[in-house]
């Protein structure tokens, strides 16, 4: 049988494939859908112990990625980290 190279889901392909289990399907059904063998899906439900993993989201304290942004922006235009961080409204702290 000839080698298949190695398959990374999107999170959108996880998704119906957790859907699916959800669904009842066995693994054979769901790697069908994906031309794929069951043990390409086993880590996927398996990982977690059967139950899909929540949903991640970052913490509301985080840098979003226009904070990240502006702070390299900031650094390239040599302001001071001060400077940045009164823009932002954040502690100095964090920019470094």
């Known amino acids: 049988m000839k080698r298949r190279t190695r398959i990374h889901y999107t999170p959108e392909q996880k998704a119906l494939i957790w859907d699916r289990y959800k669904h ?40 979003s990625l226009d904070e990240r942004e502006e702070i390299s922006r900031g650094l390239v235009a040599k302001r001071s980290i001060r400077d940045i961080a009164d823009g932002l409204s954040r502690a100095p702290s964090t920019i470094d």
């Open 24 to 63: 009842g399907d066995s693994l054979h059904d769901i790697a069908r859908m994906f031309d794929r063998f069951h043990s390409s899906i086993m880590p996927t439900i398996h990982q977690t112990g059967g139950y899909r993993p929540p949903v991640r989201k970052r913490h509301r304290l985080a840098l």
